[in-house]
């Protein structure tokens, strides 16, 4: 009860400060804009929008453990937090009279927010987050949708793709594996193993299901033979 009553009241706390940055953007003033999530963010966890921007996303994530358990749903606030700054970014590129440098750089701001947000977002998803507590899948869905023009960094693909076998869409689990082996061509993780284990996974399960998720049994057999070879 009193965690519930905890991630109740932080909830309130981030509607909040996210409709007063919402106000704040429709005005036009960024810089309080993005001084109220930064507040609510040092408020909340003891960290500022500065600090999860500069680190590595699977740093930012091990600042959410705690007894040893990483706690995902704080991690999905953190995540919501993160996308509302994008879209400030995004929002002081429309602004009229500004250069083009100065527009180039606040989009790339915002499209770099929303990659972590959506990183952070699957990860929470994927080790158990309350879907319902902040419409996650729905905010998922919408940064893919905005970000489709864009090539994802290996390890958020890797969680794309743990999130659509989640969800039983064993095809779309196999389209952002590939893409995982083709983005990480040359970084120090190798994820054909991750791969392999997919396939794995898949042949274990009935007939009925691989046709459900779109990845019929001959297919992944003729992926996992493909890897091997």
């Known amino acids: 009860m009193f965690r519930k009553d905890y991630l109740l009241r932080m909830m309130e706390e ?31 966890f003891g960290m500022n929008l500065s600090l999860l921007n500069s680190l590595p996303a699977e740093d930012v994530i091990e600042m959410f453990r705690f007894r040893g358990v990483i706690e995902v749903d704080n991690l999905q606030q953190a995540a919501r937090l993160i996308e509302e700054e994008a879209y400030i970014y995004g929002e002081k590129a ?60 290996a390890r958020t693909e890797k969680q794309l793709a743990l999130y659509q076998e ?26 054909r193993e991750d791969v392999k284990a997919f396939y794995e996974r898949l042949s274990k399960l009935e007939d009925g299901q691989l046709e459900q998720g779109g990845l019929p049994r001959q297919e992944v057999e003729e992926g996992l033979a493909e890897l091997i070879r």
Not at 21 to 43: G, M, N, P, V, Y
Not at 166 to 191: F, I, M
């Open 14 to 44: 981030m509607t909040e400060a996210i409709g007063k940055a919402f106000t704040l953007r429709q005005q036009r003033k960024h810089t309080e804009a993005l001084s109220e999530l930064d507040e609510l963010l040092r408020r909340q």
């Open 94 to 153: 429309r602004v009229e009279g500004i250069d083009d440098q100065e527009k180039q750089d606040s989009e790339d701001e915002g499209l770099i927010r929303l990659m972590k947000s959506l990183h952070f977002y699957l990860y929470a998803l994927n080790h158990g987050a309350n879907p319902k507590l902040l419409d996650a899948p729905e905010r998922v869905q919408s940064i893919l949708e905005q970000t489709n023009e864009y090539e994802l960094p």
């Open 166 to 191: 989640q969800h039983g869409r064993y095809d779309l689990a196999e389209n952002s594996w590939y893409r995982v082996l083709r983005v990480g061509e040359g970084q120090l993780v190798n994820y």
